[in-house]
């Protein structure tokens, strides 16, 4: 059972939801049997189309508590746990809800395996918000409880144990398949257009995209960039508000959420993607992003900051700014660029032939699996 508690009826949780979609094609593509179950503001979703409702909806309380208890309960008496060998939950933080859940499937099957996927370790450098800050609090109580139940930790960091369980070390992967190549039209290296595509959070950085665009167009007035932003997220009118005071508003365009073809079709007008450049600023130094891997698989040459083991130094189109709040140095992004397309004779199919060979789900979870269930 494939575990993710988000809502699929809130926009910002679709980066997450494809992630979901590409873990569960890649493991019914190595044979497992699977039921998948997100939440949603009614219920609880199982297998994309079958939802059991709520006893209680309406209102922000209720919501909550639907979600981070209500959810679990439905979970439990809606599966038999003798159905199942591995249970993997994409980790919400610990709660007693969670608790409770864990140890029911767990007494009620003592050979199931239990795995926590935990995207960013630890959680407290992503609490802003009230709520958020009372899911930190909660899960540094109750964590170190969770290792009663759980038989392993999927992480994409370096660690070797997480509350004194034992970790599996990984990273994302993608449905290369499920990505279209990028067709860009020729570089113009006098208006050079990179784009980025997120939920626009603190951990994204691209105020530093900013500012380093504002620097770029002081010192060379000639080259005329634009940045391209995609996404909707809790510091998306902070980013519009710097951007007017940097009078940069002909040169940055705010598309908010796009998907589909509009979202494939705007990858096609620009040369450069941007990744995370703030991840530093929840503490974590070397990461596993999902957004890189898609923008390897599409063919589009990206920027990121920090550490990331799937692309070495020597990856020419993957390019690493230092890690920090300053502005990024877009002239030299536009010169290594522009270099590296003098090298290689066609980018986007080297990169995407990276990537179905080293970045894809089927690989990542057969890995995992094999050490679940040995």
Known sequence: MLIYPVRDDFPPSRGILNKMRYQADALRSLGYDLTTVVAREEGVVFDGEQVV??????????????????????IAGHCAAEDYEVLYIRHPGANPALLGFLAWMKNRNPDLRIVLEMASYPMSGEAESVEQKLIVACDAALSGLLRKFVDHVVTFGDQTEIYGIPCIRSSNGIDVDALPTCHASAFNPRAPKLVGVASLAKWHGYDRVLTGLRQALDQNPEVVPHVSFAGQGPVATELEEQCRTLGLGGHVTFHGMMTGKALDELFDRCDIAIASLGMHRIGIQSASSLKTREYCARGIAFVFAGEDESFSETFPFAMRVPVGDDPIDLTKVFADYATMLRQVDDPAS??????????SWTTRLSEIMQVVLK
């Open 350 to 359: 080297e990169m995407r032939a990276y990537a179905a060979a080293n970045l």
């Open 53 to 74: 409702e709520y006893r209680r909806t309406g209102g922000r309380p209720m919501r909550i508590l639907n979600h981070y208890a209500a959810f679990w309960k439905v």
